[in-house]
């Protein structure tokens, strides 16, 4: 599987729980849609993913991706219900950065 390099660093940083280094994924003005919430630049991702770190204690398992829509499915392990599931994690990359994420099922 031929992951870009900031989605490689992005499921690096998640399963290593290293909130800061998943950040730095992101551009400054990036926007994330997960559960139904929307959050909106590098700081409050960087908050959210902290919180979900330590709610869920999630890593991701890579198992495919989609060049063409820069789509990456993974299943997704952790302390909440109904675990593990796979879930569809939708880029729009620029610049090297993630501009946009979208979570879902």
């Known amino acids: 599987m031929n992951l870009p390099k900031v989605v ?4 690096k940083a998640k399963n290593s729980f290293d909130s800061v280094a998943f950040a730095e994924c992101f551009s400054e003005t990036a926007i994330v849609f997960d559960e139904g919430k929307t959050h909106t630049s590098k700081k409050e991702i960087e908050q959210w993913i902290d919180n979900s770190n330590k709610q869920y204690q999630d890593t991701l398992e890579p198992i495919d991706y989609d060049e063409k829509q820069d789509i990456l499915f993974a299943k997704v392990t ?11 994690f939708q880029f729009t990359i620029n610049d090297g950065k993630i501009q946009n994420l979208k979570v879902t099922e």
């Open 8 to 11: 490689e660093e992005f499921v």
């Open 78 to 88: 952790g302390t909440f219900p109904q675990s593990p599931v796979v879930l569809k």
